[in-house]
């Protein structure tokens, strides 16, 4: 049984730095285990396309792909636009099989790059209980993703910092320049944000200028191509792959 194919499932944006990092998180995932194949298909604005790359495996022969949703919580694009593309594409291709790997969040791994960043930003552990920090997300429509949000945010308040508040970009409030506001107004002197993001872009873009407008003393970086990231990309595959109670070397 051949091994099957990692397809990692963007969004896609306008901006070209979006594609770019989508791309080196990938290479990063492919040096971290030699041999696996790994493609890159994106929903709209960046190509190849899903749909076009799922057809290429198809005609070159391939028994199985992976389908693993860049995505940080299960929100419209999880719940609707993937499905839906990959039904129509399950029935055009019936000798490809199309499994489904779930989306990247939450997960420590996600937490650890969020630390990641903050340090390469300026931030040192012992700076963590004078701070507030700002958990920054695309934002979303979906209950249950704001809920997601909230309680990472909640959790990241136990590991040492002053207070944690989430915002978001779009679709949701509070904004980021509002919750870094809002921690000025309890108090807090100095204020972090963490776009809790992948990818530069619009919305990232939109999180970096309300941070700026209030005043914050710490941005960091996007999520980006991270080690940790490609590790948990590894993670979703394996999981995927493997049936629960069964073993890679079963």
């Given at each position: 049984m ?6 990692v499932?963007?969004?896609g944006s306008?901006?070209?730095?979006h594609?770019?990092?989508?791309h ?16 890159t ?12 790359v799922?057809e290429r495996?198809?005609?070159?022969g391939?028994?199985?792909?992976i ?28 000798r490809?099989h ?8 939450p ?5 650890a ?10 931030v040192r552990?012992g700076d963590l209980?004078r701070?507030?920090?700002?958990l ?13 949000i ?22 949701a ?16 002197r ?9 990818a ?10 309300g941070?700026?407008a ?10 980006g ?7 948990l990309?590894?993670d979703?595959?394996?999981?995927a ?9 079963a």
């Amino acid at each position: 049984m051949t091994t099957p194919v990692l397809l990692v499932i963007a969004h896609g944006s306008r901006d070209p730095r979006h594609a770019a990092t989508v791309h080196a998180l990938t290479e990063r995932v492919r040096a971290a285990r030699p041999g696996l194949r790994v493609e890159t298909g994106f929903l709209e604005f960046n190509a190849p396309s899903v749909p076009r790359v799922l057809e290429r495996l198809a005609a070159e022969g391939a028994d199985e792909a992976i389908a693993l949703p860049l995505l940080l919580t299960r929100a419209f694009h999880a719940k609707t636009d993937i499905p839906s593309v990959l039904r129509e594409a399950r029935a055009r291709l019936p000798r490809l099989h199309i499994r489904p790997a779930d989306v990247l969040g939450p997960s420590p791994l996600l937490n650890a790059t969020l630390g990641r960043r903050l340090r390469e930003a300026g931030v040192r552990p012992g700076d963590l209980p004078r701070t507030g920090l700002v958990l920054a997300s695309a934002g979303s429509t979906d209950p249950e993703a704001i809920a997601v949000i909230a309680e990472i945010a909640r959790e990241l308040r136990h590991t040492g910092w002053c207070a944690v508040r989430p915002a978001f970009a779009s679709a949701a409030l509070p904004r980021t320049e509002d919750a870094v506001r809002a921690l000025r107004a309890d108090g807090v002197r100095h204020v972090a944000v963490a776009p809790y993001v992948i990818a530069p872009g619009r919305l990232p873009d939109r999180i970096a200028a309300g941070a700026e407008a209030a005043g914050a003393d710490i941005l960091a970086d996007v999520l980006g191509p991270a080690p940790e990231l490609a590790r948990l990309l590894l993670d979703r595959y394996d999981e995927a792959r493997v049936p629960v109670g069964a073993s890679l070397s079963a």
